[in-house]
Each structure stands twice: as structure tokens, then as C-alpha cells.
């Protein structure tokens, strides 16, 4: 890529831009902000819940070769899809409500 300016526009941002201050004086604005905004989560937690999670699941599957997963596959229906997804929807609605509380301090 290259940086040399290709119009007259270019060549005028390039000279007011090096040209230009590059701080500009705010009272301590910026560092009040910084200090204001809430410390970064760690995601250590997530991680390793989410790795414990699979290992779980996965546990099953490389005991058995993968045929109690086939099996359990094949004996689905449709009513059990269906209670499968009510479970999830419960949970995930659950879940919600649960956060939306805490972020409200309701809870």
C-alpha cells in the first residue's frame, strides 16, 4: 500500500495532520473518566467452567466409542425434541430474568 497522497484532498489532510497538536488540554477529563470506568472482568472463570462443561459431555462419548450417543441419536422423537427445547427455553428465560435483575439490583 502506498502512502503517498493521490489528490489534492489527501495532500491537504497529510500537511494539517502533522502539522496539527497532539494533545489537546482537558483538565484531567480523561484520567477521571478512566478511573470511573468499572475494572475488566477476568474471563479465567468462563473458561474454565465452559472446559469442565465439555469435558463432561465429551466423557460419555470416549467411554463408549460414541455408541450410547448413536443410541441415544435414534431413540429421539418428536415429543422429546420438543420437551428438550422447552427445558432450554426455561432455562435461558430463567437465566435472563435472573441477570436482568441483578443488573437492575432487584435481586
Known amino acids: 500500500m502506498s502512502h503517498e ?5 489527501d495532500s491537504f489532510l497529510a500537511k494539517h495532520l502533522r502539522n496539527s497538536t497532539p ?13 470511573a470506568l468499572p475494572a ?10 465452559a472446559a469442565t462443561t465439555g469435558l463432561v459431555l465429551a466423557t460419555p462419548a470416549l467411554i463408549s466409542g460414541g455408541s450410547t450417543i448413536f443410541h441415544w ?15 432450554t427455553s ?3 428465560f430463567s437465566s435472563t430474568v435472573i441477570w436482568f ?5 432487584l435481586i
Do not use: C, W
Open 101 to 105: 435483575g441483578r443488573k437492575l439490583d
Open 90 to 92: 426455561g432455562i435461558l
Open 5 to 9: 497522497p493521490h489528490d489534492e484532498f
Open 23 to 35: 494533545y489537546i488540554a482537558d483538565d484531567g477529563f480523561v484520567e477521571k473518566t478512566m478511573q
Open 73 to 87: 441419536a435414534n431413540s429421539l422423537t418428536v415429543v422429546s425434541l420438543l420437551q428438550i427445547g422447552l427445558v
Open 40 to 49: 475488566p472482568r477476568s474471563t479465567r472463570k468462563i473458561k474454565i467452567i
